[in-house]
């Protein structure tokens, strides 16, 4: 078994649990919707932290159980973000709002 490079920020990781909640990434073939929910939660976290996508890719396939499939897929979404490319058409303010959504849980995750 694969083992971490180094986990993701909270951040990254609350987005990518998000993520897998939302989208079964198990499946061979994947609804675009998918795919587009993804652009946007990585180009929310992209506007505030540097993503590193080794440190992704271990999160989702060891912790996650994503096939390898979607996750190149994925991984090749934060690749072009890393090289300035836009791959979403939101609104600032909804990157945003899905950024500070994550920050504040990793925030409350703290306290307790």
């Given at each position: 078994m694969t083992q971490f490079i180094n986990e993701p920020n909270c951040i990254v990781k609350k987005a990518l649990d998000r993520l897998n909640s939302i989208i079964n990434v198990k499946k061979l073939s994947w609804d675009p919707?998918?795919?587009e929910l993804a652009k946007i939660y990585f180009q929310a976290l992209t506007q505030h932290v540097l993503l590193n996508e080794e440190e992704i890719e271990s999160y989702a396939?060891?912790?996650?159980c994503w096939t390898p499939q979607f996750t190149k897929t994925l991984i090749q979404i934060v690749y072009k973000l890393n090289k300035g490319q836009m791959v979403s058409h939101e609104s600032r303010i909804q990157l945003d709002a899905h950024f500070l959504r994550w920050q504040a849980e990793c925030n409350s995750d703290s306290i307790k």
């Open positions: 919707r998918d795919i396939l060891i912790k996650l």
